[in-house]
């Protein structure tokens, strides 16, 4: 069984920074398609940013010049660097991924539990 665990969240001011996590963990045998998702209270779920399994990367208007999405590949890890936050982007952020655990087994979504920014003075 494959599972995704955030970590890095937390409340940060206005301006400040913050670095999340996300690894797979478990039967693993590909991970390709890497993404954050948020959503914050009464809204509905937003796609922060994407990666594929080459690097190539794509960001919403809204983070674009401020967050940052990269991946290593041999920890099976996704990473979003957060830089000049805005209250904006207080949500709980969460991290997929597209896996097959097996090479005879379909890739399938992969969600983890995620994890809250605050960002508030």
């Known amino acids: 069984q494959a599972q995704l665990v955030e970590s890095g969240g937390g409340l940060v001011q206005p301006g400040g920074s913050l670095r999340l996590s996300c690894a797979a963990s478990g039967s693993i045998f590909r991970v390709s398609f890497m993404a954050w998702y948020r959503q914050a209270p009464g809204k509905e779920r937003e796609l922060v940013a994407y990666?594929?399994?080459?690097?190539?990367?794509n960001h919403a208007d809204s983070v674009r010049g401020r967050f940052s999405i990269s991946r290593d590949n041999a920890k099976n890890t996704v990473y979003l660097q957060m830089n000049n936050l805005k209250p904006e982007d207080t949500a709980v952020y969460l991290c997929?991924?597209?896996?097959?655990?097996?090479?005879?087994?379909?890739?399938?979504?992969?969600w983890g539990q995620g994890t809250q920014v605050t960002v508030s003075s």
């Open positions: 997929t991924a597209n896996m097959q655990t097996t090479s005879k087994t379909p890739a399938s979504t992969y």
């Open positions: 990666i594929n399994s080459i690097g190539n990367t």
